[in-house]
């Protein structure tokens, strides 16, 4: 029987010896392999954290001691030593197991996390909470991987956090060097200085191997050679204050901000984390515990992976680390072409990322021109702002973010870029349904949240080449900022226009008048166009236009709608402000009395699925498009038609 096999809850670990636990790591990392090349899901990340998590529960009481994991996408050996191995064969599937920590899943998950630099804020909470109910036998524990301390959010959570001495929280720093690609900054260039200090790697030259070799009394060596280099460490740090230890260890910044510090603790070695974590649960303070880990650590296609070490893969083949087979050619890949060749002829345009150049496609851009591409870190609102001051300076950056970590930076979108009415332009990818990443992870909320920012132009590509059509006119305003977004995954075919009513896209156009109005959004062109086939079979009129820009609506659509009985919105965002919302609005400025019926998604947290599944309950099939078409003419039929000329001319066909 494997050991694995053993492990119900955190408790069935604390009986293991030194060798079990070895073995168990070993089980594990095989466990991940076989599971998440099957499902799809977070390799690397949690390759990298299977000792430090094995420690975690062996030191702490879990539920009652909480452990908040920031990224959450770090938590599937949580998840494995907590109950749910038996679950992971539907891992990030409609119905089975979250990629992330879940509330509904386990008393052993406390928050729903999933974006980065937000746990040490929990933390500070629940550690008032925990001061306000005299639960001093409760501990409190912040997993936070070094990506995630580049974004401003952690560092106000520290700063409060070292501010209050007898609130005890432990910070665990699992550094791997890495966010989605390696950390960039003054914080990187520190945590590195703290691992490779010339001490700390002399006494870390004594192996672990080498020392637990020798049994017992090696290993009760190896606990007392680690005592003397916190031993050593503490002295140094001790001497910072009388200004005579700077050329032989680096300042630690969290003992500058008053945070006790303990490390660095070499993150896979088991019995070094336990009394690191045992000293930090014991200290009764604030404490940082720094470990050094390897993302993608004990499978060679993840740890010889450059790129992201296999950070969030698809189904891939276990042996080889590749996808069974090559897919189609992605948003993705589009835009990041696209964008280099308007480099080559602009030299104005820099791009800017938080922290996944590759993810965003701009690993071409960056390696083409590396003076004019910036990462940041996982800090969306200082890429925003720090845009708006390139563009202030006469550049124009473009700014590749997820659509769902666009929310973070809503407020720089809105004061920064549009009040100063300056010209960037963000990319969001992944816009949209995202699906198996679950609720957080969705980029639902631009088309509704951006409706709100004053002069911002936003653009829907349904195809490539709408993509790169509109990626340069984008780049070329210069008075206000404008987004394009698109969706997760491979292009589809093109869909050419059949003419043009003004700056509107006409895709099928029906005879005569009276019919309905399919205002497709983007990628939801193709499947407007299905549903008005079906429409057709009935004997409904059906014309299917593409505005291209849904910021501002193009004026010649409600000129449009009053030629028709019915306009029915087809967009995979939120339904509630969206674009079927603006077209209402405008269709009442206007004095156009069409029925305007938005087909969207209504619930801005679907939980994880296929993009498919939560299309179809969102109604964004073709088969349900043409039914609401149906439904709603039904009801068009018997409302009388208002009296008096139409408020608008019809626009002049091209």
């Known amino acids: 029987m494997s050991l694995l096999a053993r492990i119900n809850q955190p408790a069935d670990l604390r009986g293991l010896s030194h060798p079990e636990l070895v073995r168990l790591a070993r089980e594990i990392r095989d466990f991940l392999i076989r599971h998440v090349a099957a499902t799809g899901g977070h390799l690397g990340p949690n390759l990298g954290v299977v000792e430090l998590t094995l420690a975690l529960h062996r030191v702490f009481d879990s539920p009652r001691d909480r452990l908040l994991w920031d990224v959450g996408h770090q938590a599937y050996v949580h998840k494995i030593v907590t109950g749910r191995a038996g679950e992971f064969s539907g891992l990030r599937q409609r119905g089975g197991l979250s990629g992330y920590p879940s509330r509904e899943e386990s008393a052993h998950d406390h928050i729903e996390h999933s974006h980065a630099s937000v746990a ?97 009394p090696g290993r009760a060596l190896h606990r007392t050679l680690r005592a003397t280099k916190e031993g050593i460490k503490e002295g140094l740090k001790a001497g910072l204050t009388e200004g005579r230890a700077e050329a032989v260890t680096p300042h630690s910044l969290f003992c500058e901000l008053g945070l006790h510090y303990l490390g660095p603790v070499d993150g896979h070695d088991i019995t070094a984390l336990e009394a690191a974590l045992e000293r930090a649960k014991a200290h009764g303070a604030p404490v940082v515990v720094h470990c050094v880990t390897r993302k993608g650590l004990g499978y060679a296609p993840a740890e010889q992976n450059e790129e992201d070490h296999l950070h969030g893969i698809g189904i891939i083949d276990p042996q080889t680390g590749r996808p069974p087979r090559p897919g189609g050619l992605t948003w993705t890949a589009v835009f990041g072409r696209e964008l280099v060749e308007l480099a080559d002829a602009h030299p104005g345009v820099v791009a800017i990322t938080a922290a996944m150049p590759g993810s965003v496609g701009l690993d071409d851009f960056a390696a083409r021109y590396p003076a004019r591409f910036f990462d940041v870190g996982i800090a969306e609102q200082h890429a925003v702002a720090s845009a708006a001051g390139m563009a202030m300076a006469g550049l124009h950056p473009v700014i590749a973010l997820y659509g769902t970590f666009l929310n973070r930076a809503l407020d720089q979108v809105l004061m920064d870029l549009a009040l100063h009415r300056l010209g960037a332009t963000l990319v969001l990818d992944r816009s949209g349904v995202t699906g198996d990443d679950g609720p957080s992870h969705n980029g639902l909320w631009d088309l509704a949240l951006l409706q709100a920012v004053p002069g911002l132009r936003i653009a829907a590509p349904r195809d490539a080449h709408a993509l790169r059509r509109q990626l340069r006119q984008a780049v ?166 208002p009296a008096g000329p139409r408020a608008h001319p019809a626009p002049k066909r091209q």
């Open 476 to 641: 070329s305003i210069t008075d206000a900022p404008t987004v394009l977004r698109y969706p997760r995954g491979t292009v589809g075919p093109a869909i050419a226009a059949v003419g043009r009513a003004g700056a509107v896209d006409v895709l099928r156009e029906a005879p005569g008048s009276g019919g309905v109005l399919l205002v497709a959004v983007g990628t939801m062109a193709s499947v407007a166009l299905e549903a008005a086939e079906l429409c057709a079979e009935q004997g409904v009129a059906i014309t299917v236009v593409d505005p291209l820009w849904v910021k501002p609506l193009p004026d010649e659509l409600p000129a449009l709608a009053a030629e028709h009985a019915l306009v029915v919105t087809v967009e995979d965002g939120l339904r509630a402000g969206g674009v079927g919302t603006a077209v209402a609005q405008a269709l009442q400025e206007a004095g156009v009395h069409t029925p305007v019926r938005a087909v969207g998604v209504a619930d801005g947290f679907p939980q994880h699925a296929t993009r498919a599944e939560i299309l179809a309950e969102a109604g964004l099939t073709a088969q349900a498009i043409a039914h609401t078409v149906a439904r709603n003419l039904a009801r068009a039929a018997v409302i009388p038609e």
């Open 120 to 216: 040490l804020s929990y933390a500070d909470g629940m550690a008032k909470a925990a001061q306000l109910a005299g639960e001093s036998d409760r501990h409190i524990v912040a997993v936070v991987g070094d990506g995630a301390l580049t974004g401003g959010l952690a560092w106000e959570a520290l700063n409060n956090i070292a501010a209050a001495p007898d609130r005890p929280v432990v910070i665990v720093v699992n550094d791997n060097g890495r966010s989605y690609a390696p950390t960039v900054g003054g914080l990187a260039r520190h945590l590195a200085a703290l691992r490779t200090h010339a001490g700390y790697e002399r006494l870390a030259g004594w192996s672990r191997q080498a020392l637990d070799g020798a049994g017992a």
